[in-house]
């Protein structure tokens, strides 16, 4: 994924930083609660919610069970309708492709569409080594990339900070890019909105090349789906002469009825909206409108690795819809910096080390980064149950060793023991008992419990002690 | 009717009170209450930690431990969440179906919500994740806590949003932990209740040190962390202490 990532410390670490900045943690707070309490609202207004979700679930399944059959059909189907597939293994081989694309047609700019896809590769600054600029035209993309920042929601970039601070970006950075900021910009979402609207139009009117990702493929017509609430997508897939969308490999669906489960689960479950805004869709290319050059990067970078473990692939079916972020209690403590990746929260904690691996220190205590509560599960519209993952990822990092995790193991194979031989555990539990009074109130290695919190009094006996004696 | 007692091992070492509470609370209610003690632990902890092959012998053996019981009722919904979801997953299909967290054996296999209880404080409830979204323990414990004499029971803000505890998480990223059980006892300290009640000592652990931690500065405690089996078998004749 992207270079900026790489080297992060691991979870517990970062997560402690995100908690010691005050006006993160209010900014998540805040911005988390407002979107899983609409949400809920939006959802529950669906009487037949259940059914859509198991529906999404079982679509992706078996997309993914054919997902070779699915894209042959997808790449025959775009070249036919005048597109041009190119396939890529990696982040390396499709920011390749993407920027001998874009160099062959002589521009040195280009505007994107919010795409998970190219942030999880890091096309920008791959493009910038080629000394090629690429603007994002989504707001919160925008102002992230002003502030020279890292995305930290999958859906809203920029949930991490709040108007004041987007103000003082706009004012600072917009001048370098482009069109400046109003003079005397105020904090206030429209003025906001209107400074960014200014900005990007230039760059809209004059980009000749446009970069974009997609929600969903169309398996049997070759369309591409971008769900989009601002408009500034449909501005990226329409004006620029040549457009490129460079989409993971999950992304394709059989046929344009399936479309229907997710127009209703994605945009309820993201921003909690009954119909999202914009829904554009776009089939190779037309003569008479639209980009007349269509190229489709089919990205795998880590994605078949993931679908061959059987437990693991159920995170494939996952429709980037942040859900699981709003209402994870520790995304909302932690911030979606500390995640290391482009794909924060629960949904990240699962995707990243299938798709990079569990060698860094930050894949390996990803699967940790949980209190397995369930809130993810619960709210997700196909389904993946993150915790059953989260555990199954936990069992290969344990396997792996590493850091912590001997130590660890040869701890859980000492209580295992103690834990199979009742006697050895009634005997310690009395040893435990009578030398209660001796205990020091924070014991040596409890520390990661005692810098926080009391450790429980030990009783004067234990359980099994009181019913030998009281009930045999 | 004649029950195994699944104490589970947090109870059985740090919290026996709320297993002495669970054996005389079932035997007012007419039920015979066997210990059988070849129990120890279900396994959840090693293996929510990723240590499946150190789980497998303390599936076998809780297995083992309560073959031929009709009912094995235990006052921990995680620990009946670990053998009602995990244990399938290693082969052992028989005792999920015989298993019942305490709450949900009184109402839905005794059929009583009115167990008799006296408990006169202020108290409000905290479902813990497992019992709530796992077990789907729904309103069951504050049918149960509504009943009791003298008790009030008070709504507790942002209820259904974990305490933190999480198991090894409390250790392994402990500083988010804290905050979680902070925000927690934030919540619970607002509703103005004597009592935080909970139906996993696990849970309640954590939040008890953190309420613990905070009042040792100040004068007593202001508020206290309870299992629902000490408030149950709480009476007029033998009030908890």
């Known amino acids: ?472 | 009717m004649r029950v195994a007692l699944f104490v589970t091992c947090v109870n059985d070492a740090l919290y026996p009170a709320t297993g002495i509470a669970t054996v005389r609370l079932l035997e007012r209610l007419g039920v015979e209450v066997d210990f059988p003690a070849a129990q120890t632990c279900c396994g959840q902890p090693q293996f929510n930690t990723g240590y499946r092959r150190e789980t497998e012998p303390l599936v076998r053996r809780t297995t083992r431990a309560f073959e031929g019981y009709e009912y094995v009722v235990t006052p921990s919904g995680s620990c009946v969440a670990m053998v009602r979801d995990h244990y399938p997953k290693f082969g052992e299909t028989s005792l999920p179906s015989r298993t019942y967290e305490l709450t949900e054996f009184l109402v839905d296999v005794l059929g009583v919500t009115d167990v008799g209880a006296y408990f006169p404080h202020t108290v409000t409830y905290h479902p813990s994740c497992h019992g709530l979204r796992m077990l789907g323990l729904g309103d069951r414990p504050r049918k149960l806590l509504d009943a009791v004499k003298g008790l009030e029971l008070r709504e507790l803000p942002g209820a259904e949003e974990c305490c933190g505890f999480g198991g090894t998480f409390a250790v392994k990223n402990a500083e988010v932990s804290a905050a979680m059980g902070r925000d927690k006892v934030r919540n619970a300290v607002s509703t103005g209740a004597d009592v935080l009640c909970g139906a996993d000592n696990s849970c309640l652990m954590h939040i008890d040190g953190i309420l613990r931690r905070q009042a040792v500065p100040t004068q007593g405690v202001p508020l206290r962390a309870l299992h629902i089996a000490d408030i149950l078998a709480s009476t007029e004749e033998e009030p908890y202490v």
């Not at chain 1, 992304?251 to 009825?257: D, T």
């Not at chain 1, 193991?409 to 031989?421: E, Q, T």
């Open chain 1, 1 to 472: 994924m992207s270079a900026t990532y790489l080297g992060m410390p691991s979870f517990p670490e970062a997560a402690g930083e995100a908690l010691h900045n005050v006006t993160l943690r209010a900014n998540l707070r805040h911005a988390t609660h407002t979107i899983r309490d609409k949400r809920a609202r939006a959802v529950a207004e669906l009487a037949d919610w259940a059914e859509l979700r198991e529906a999404g679930k079982q679509i992706k399944n078996r997309t993914l069970r054919h997902l070779d059959r699915y894209l042959e059909q997808l790449e025959t189907a775009v070249t036919e309708a005048g597109g041009t597939v190119h396939w890529a293994a990696d982040a390396e081989e499709a920011n390749r492709i993407v920027a001998d694309l874009v160099k062959a047609t002589g521009e040195r700019e280009v505007v994107k569409v919010k795409s998970m896809a190219t942030q999880e590769i890091g096309l920008n600054e791959a493009l910038e080594a080629e000394g090629i600029s690429a603007y994002e035209t989504d707001l919160a993309e925008l102002i992230v990339q002003l502030g020279d920042d890292r995305p930290s929601h999958i859906l809203v970039p920029a949930i991490h900070r709040n108007r004041g601070e987007i103000r003082d970006i706009f004012a600072e950075k917009m001048a370098n890019w482009g069109r400046p900021a109003p003079d005397g910009l105020s904090d206030s979402p429209a003025e906001l909105a209107e400074a960014a609207r200014l900005h990007l139009r230039e760059k809209f009117l004059r980009a000749k090349v446009g970069i974009s990702g997609a929600n969903f493929m169309v398996a049997e017509t070759g369309t591409l789906v971008v769900f989009e609430s601002e408009g500034n997508g449909r501005m990226c897939l329409t004006l620029p002469e040549t457009l490129i969308s460079v989409v993971g490999i999950e992304k394709v669906v059989p046929s344009w009825r399936d479309l229907e489960v997710f127009l209703q689960t994605l945009p309820r479950s993201s921003t909690a909206e009954r119909m999202n805004p914009y829904t554009s869709m776009w089939t190779g290319t037309a003569d008479t409108d639209g980009p007349q050059t269509f190229h489709l990067v089919l990205l795998d970078n880590g994605r078949t690795d993931a679908l061959a473990d059987e437990v693991g692939r159920q995170a494939l079916r996952c429709i980037r819809c942040s859900a699981c972020l709003n209402v994870c209690p520790v995304y909302e403590r932690a911030g979606g910096h500390a995640y290391g990746s482009v794909y924060p929260g629960p949904i990240g904690a699962i995707l990243s080390p299938q798709l990079r691996g569990i060698q860094s220190e930050i894949d390996a205590s990803l699967p940790y980064a949980s209190t397995l509560c369930g809130a993810c599960y619960e709210v997700c519209p196909v389904a993946i149950d993150i915790p059953e993952v989260l555990v199954h990822l936990r069992e290969k990092v344990a396997d792996q060793g590493g850091k912590g995790h001997r130590l660890e193991k040869a701890a859980i194979k000492a209580a295992g023991w103690v834990l199979d031989h009742p006697a050895a555990l009634a005997a310690g539990e009395r040893a435990a008992s009578r030398t209660r009074k001796l205990h020091p109130k924070r014991l040596p290695g409890a520390g990661a419990w005692t810098a926080a919190r009391e450790l429980p009094e030990l009783p004067a006996e234990s359980f099994r002690d009181w019913w030998k004696k009281n009930r045999t």
